[in-house]
């Protein structure tokens, strides 16, 4: 049942060049919330698009040989490509080309001129190009653009103006009084900061270029690129064809920008809705910047990173999950190759990844694939139950108060949680015993329906993987029409459905190890020993072995290597891939399961192409073999 409309807004992103991974993540975050308010019940209207007017975009068409359209044409299909691949799930986008918003911009500046907010003048002054913004001495910094650092030029010409300096007074006293208004505050005090050191009027209209919407009074104008631009958030939502639709979204909830053009949303925006007499935006909220190693993000640098190269080696749910997990709101993030594999690895591979596998598999080898009845609730089971609960409680205030870290962090400590949930109840050990089998049932019940709590939770963050988890679990049928509080633990839900194979969701990241020349070691001479003495070996050499036990939760056959068998083995908290030689000894299927020994610190081999993190201990004798089995959990030390 739909309870509210919700509007969330992105900026629309200017085509001069391709989108980058900083427009990504603003994005992402604008999906994401959309996303979590369609699961809580709310009748969403997501907006984003391309701005796509103005002078920079004139002079580069000019220097590429084409029309201003034919050139923003072809950038914005790569937009709505990145979008897609990203998978996106706006409402509406927005061209600031389109008829339907020509019409609107120009309504909006006939209302206002004829409220007499707008007059005729000559502009001389200082302009940056790239910006796109009109400055006065004072707010240069070092004679230069106090946006992006450029070269301002003294430009003179005829102009309209929006009297911005009749309503300052006026939008100081709103941000003052509703201080939610403009997040965070950091941004928040900067704008009024701004506002108390003087409004100038507005230039609104230019006549050194036509690639802009007429000024419908006056055809040798076009609209300024602020007024135009800033006006798309009222067109999709039926500002001049729709009065029902209008006052179903107006005022929007949240205006998604980064931090470097707040000013225009909180500021600009605002007087001209307060001229046009409609209520302001509920919240303005300034992202932080996305850093790269270290570094803001610039061509000159050649540090600009483009999101598809990333989507493409290693999808788009981990890009996702990394932007959203590893930036908390409001305050710049940085953005490492090496920590985005480490996250893929740690929180994707181990922590979900695992459970998802272990838990389809202990169901497929005790109950034959079936998910049964469960047996009488225990103390841990009923541990695991609550923090399901809190979880849930939790996560739903993070999201609402727009801390989406600390929501995605709340879900993976149940997800650890549940991991450990296995460790404690032993269900390996159930399966050997028949008087535990309603034991078991339940223990194997409460991991499926912990992980289907979970992938209700992530659909805001990983939609790909969410619907992969109920696939597997068999239970995506309804998946577009899932809300919140399905999301509750039930007793119920799970019982008789028969899972699917289980498949990886993310496999783990080799990282090639650094190729740097190995050092020289004296080798001390070696004593002569006679034939079938062992050579002898101190404890300090035998403590630099670790053992731990793993458990096999996939085998198959190495091709072309009739010895070699590739497993996929489960350190509790962490998933490897071990290449072992018992091909002769024992089918794949036969290890599913089994709880090994595994040398841990072996240094990684490759074979056949395979790179093997460690080895399995055998034993063998007159042509025999048998693997090392132990009847403790996986990650256990063995010592």
């Given at each position: 049942?739909?309870?509210?409309?919700?509007?969330?807004?992105?900026?629309?992103?200017?085509?001069?060049?391709k989108?980058?991974?900083?427009?990504?993540y603003?994005?992402?975050?604008?999906?994401?919330?959309?996303?979590?308010k369609?699961?809580?019940?709310?009748?969403?209207?997501?907006?984003?698009?391309?701005?796509?007017?103005?002078?920079?975009?004139?002079?580069?068409?000019?220097?590429?040989?084409?029309?201003?359209?034919?050139?923003?044409?072809?950038i914005?299909?790569?937009?709505?490509d990145?979008?897609?691949?990203?998978?996106i799930?706006?409402?509406?986008?927005?061209?600031t080309?389109?008829?339907?918003?020509?019409?609107?911009?120009?309504?909006?500046?006939?209302?206002?001129?004829?409220?007499?907010?707008?007059?005729?003048?000559?502009?001389?002054?200082?302009?940056?190009?790239?910006?796109?913004?009109?400055?006065?001495?004072?707010?240069?910094?070092?004679?230069?653009c106090?946006?992006?650092?450029?070269?301002?030029?003294?430009?003179?010409?005829?102009?309209?103006?929006?009297?911005?300096?009749?309503?300052?007074?006026?939008?100081l006293?709103?941000?003052?009084?509703?201080?939610?208004f403009?997040?965070?505050?950091?941004?928040?005090?900067?704008?009024?900061?701004?506002?108390?050191?003087?409004?100038?009027?507005?230039?609104?209209?230019?006549?050194?270029?036509?690639?802009?919407?007429p000024?419908?009074?006056d055809?040798?104008?076009?609209?300024?690129?602020?007024?135009?631009?800033?006006?798309?958030?009222?067109?999709?939502?039926?500002?001049?064809?729709?009065?029902?639709?209008?006052?179903?979204?107006?005022?929007?909830?949240?205006?998604?920008?980064?931090?470097?053009?707040?000013?225009?949303?909180a500021?600009?925006?605002?007087?001209?809705?307060?001229?046009?007499?409609?209520?302001?935006?509920?919240?303005?909220?300034?992202?932080?910047?996305?850093?790269?190693?270290?570094?803001?993000?610039?061509?000159?640098?050649?540090?600009?990173?483009?999101?598809?190269?990333?989507?493409?080696?290693?999808?788009s749910?981990?890009?996702?999950?990394?932007?959203?997990?590893?930036?908390?709101?409001?305050?710049?993030?940085?953005?490492?190759?090496?920590?985005?594999?480490?996250?893929?690895?740690?929180?994707?591979?181990?922590?979900?990844?695992?459970?998802?596998?272990?838990?389809?598999?202990?169901i497929?080898?005790?109950?034959?694939?079936?998910?049964?009845s469960?047996?009488?609730?225990?103390?841990?089971?009923?541990?695991?139950q609550?923090?399901?609960?809190?979880?849930?409680?939790?996560?739903?205030?993070?999201m609402?108060?727009?801390?989406l870290?600390?929501?995605?962090k709340?879900?993976?400590?149940?997800?650890?949680?549940?991991?450990?949930?296995?460790?404690?109840?032993?269900?390996?050990?159930?399966?050997k015993?028949?008087?535990q089998?309603?034991?078991?049932?339940?223990?194997?019940?409460?991991?499926?329906?912990?992980?289907?709590?979970?992938?209700?939770?992530?659909?805001?963050f990983?939609?790909?993987?969410?619907?992969?988890?109920?696939?597997q679990l068999?239970?995506?049928?309804?998946?577009?029409?899932?809300?919140?509080?399905?999301?509750?633990?039930?007793?119920?839900?799970?019982?008789?459905v028969?899972?699917?194979?289980?498949?990886?969701?993310?496999?783990?990241?080799?990282v090639?190890?650094?190729?740097?020349?190995?050092?020289?070691v004296?080798?001390?001479?070696?004593?002569?020993?006679?034939?079938?003495?062992?050579?002898?070996?101190?404890?300090e050499?035998?403590?630099?072995?670790?053992?731990?036990v793993?458990?096999?939760?996939?085998?198959?056959?190495?091709?072309?290597?009739?010895?070699?068998?590739?497993l996929?083995?489960?350190?509790?908290?962490?998933?490897?891939?071990?290449?072992?030689?018992?091909?002769?000894?024992?089918?794949?299927?036969?290890?599913?399961?089994?709880?090994?020994?595994?040398?841990?610190?072996?240094?990684?081999?490759?074979?056949?192409?395979?790179?093997?993190?460690?080895?399995?201990?055998?034993?063998?004798?007159?042509?025999?073999?048998?693997?090392?089995?132990?009847?403790?959990?996986?990650?256990?030390?063995?010592?």
């Amino acid at each position: 049942m739909k309870r509210n409309a919700y509007y969330i807004t992105t900026p629309i992103y200017y085509p001069s060049a391709k989108l980058h991974i900083g427009h990504a993540y603003c994005t992402t975050i604008a999906d994401a919330m959309a996303r979590y308010k369609r699961l809580a019940g709310y009748d969403v209207f997501f907006l984003t698009g391309a701005d796509e007017h103005g002078q920079k975009i004139q002079q580069k068409a000019e220097e590429a040989g084409v029309t201003p359209q034919e050139y923003v044409d072809k950038i914005v299909a790569g937009f709505q490509d990145l979008w897609h691949k990203l998978d996106i799930s706006h409402d509406d986008f927005l061209r600031t080309t389109q008829a339907r918003h020509h019409q609107v911009v120009q309504e909006v500046f006939r209302r206002i001129y004829e409220k007499g907010d707008i007059y005729k003048g000559a502009y001389k002054g200082l302009y940056c190009t790239p910006c796109e913004s009109f400055w006065l001495e004072r707010q240069l910094v070092d004679g230069k653009c106090p946006d992006c650092g450029r070269e301002v030029k003294e430009v003179s010409e005829e102009a309209y103006f929006f009297k911005m300096s009749k309503y300052a007074d006026r939008l100081l006293q709103y941000i003052e009084d509703n201080p939610e208004f403009i997040q965070p505050v950091s941004r928040r005090n900067e704008m009024i900061n701004f506002i108390k050191q003087g409004l100038e009027d507005l230039c609104i209209s230019r006549t050194s270029f036509d690639w802009g919407i007429p000024v419908p009074i006056d055809d040798k104008h076009v609209i300024y690129v602020w007024f135009d631009a800033l006006s798309n958030y009222l067109t999709p939502i039926g500002f001049l064809d729709d009065a029902e639709k209008f006052k179903k979204f107006w005022p929007a909830d949240l205006h998604l920008v980064g931090k470097e053009i707040v000013r225009f949303h909180a500021i600009i925006w605002p007087i001209i809705l307060m001229a046009l007499d409609l209520p302001l935006p509920k919240m303005v909220y300034g992202h932080g910047w996305l850093i790269v190693d270290g570094d803001k993000m610039s061509k000159s640098k050649g540090n600009v990173i483009d999101p598809l190269g990333l989507i493409e080696e290693f999808g788009s749910d981990a890009i996702r999950y990394f932007l959203l997990r590893e930036i908390n709101l409001g305050q710049d993030g940085n953005f490492s190759r090496d920590a985005l594999i480490q996250r893929i690895n740690s929180d994707l591979a181990n922590d979900l990844g695992n459970l998802l596998q272990r838990t389809l598999t202990m169901i497929k080898k005790y109950n034959q694939g079936l998910i049964l009845s469960p047996g009488e609730v225990t103390a841990v089971d009923e541990d695991l139950q609550k923090m399901a609960a809190s979880t849930l409680q939790k996560y739903q205030q993070e999201m609402e108060k727009l801390q989406l870290s600390d929501a995605i962090k709340t879900v993976w400590n149940f997800i650890s949680r549940t991991n450990k949930y296995i460790d404690e109840t032993e269900p390996w050990v159930l399966g050997k015993d028949v008087s535990q089998k309603e034991r078991l049932n339940r223990v194997l019940f409460d991991l499926a329906e912990a992980l289907r709590i979970v992938s209700i939770l992530i659909i805001p963050f990983m939609p790909k993987t969410a619907l992969k988890i109920q696939q597997q679990l068999n239970i995506a049928r309804d998946f577009a029409n899932l809300h919140l509080q399905n999301a509750e633990w039930s007793d119920g839900l799970m019982v008789n459905v028969k899972v699917n194979k289980p498949e990886q969701l993310f496999p783990r990241i080799e990282v090639e190890a650094s190729a740097e020349a190995p050092k020289k070691v004296a080798v001390p001479q070696k004593t002569p020993k006679a034939d079938n003495v062992v050579d002898i070996i101190g404890i300090e050499d035998f403590s630099k072995v670790e053992l731990r036990v793993v458990e096999v939760l996939a085998a198959e056959k190495v091709k072309k290597a009739d010895k070699l068998l590739e497993l996929k083995v489960s350190l509790g908290n962490e998933v490897r891939t071990v290449v072992s030689g018992i091909a002769q000894f024992y089918q794949p299927e036969e290890l599913i399961g089994k709880h090994l020994v595994l040398v841990a610190n072996l240094k990684p081999a490759k074979l056949r192409g395979i790179v093997s993190q460690g080895m399995i201990l055998a034993a063998s004798n007159e042509g025999m073999l048998k693997v090392v089995e132990v009847d403790m959990p996986a990650g256990s030390k063995v010592k």
